[in-house]
């Protein structure tokens, strides 16, 4: 009689968040990978793509703790 052991495995990886200011003033928070996928260019809200010059490390905590955080159009 075999016993099969079924192992689970978690891996979790975080992603460093960046934020940096689009054209029209508002924060825009983003990733590397955000970066190389649209080719060093970033959107924003209003669609525009923009090339960020300046942007600073962004933690997870700093967007659960931020005013924003949960709230969506229909709460407006």
Do not use: W
């Not at 054209?23 to 923009?50: M, R």
């Amino acid at each position: 009689m075999k016993t099969e052991k079924k192992s689970i495995a978690q891996a979790t990886t975080t992603s460093p968040l960046y934020v940096a200011r689009d054209p029209e003033g508002s924060d825009v928070i983003f990733t590397a990978t955000d970066l190389v996928k649209g080719q060093y260019h970033l959107k924003s809200k209003k669609g525009k793509a923009f090339r960020p010059t300046k942007y600073k490390a962004h933690s997870m905590a700093d967007v659960v703790t931020g005013k924003d955080f949960g709230r969506t159009k229909q709460n407006e």
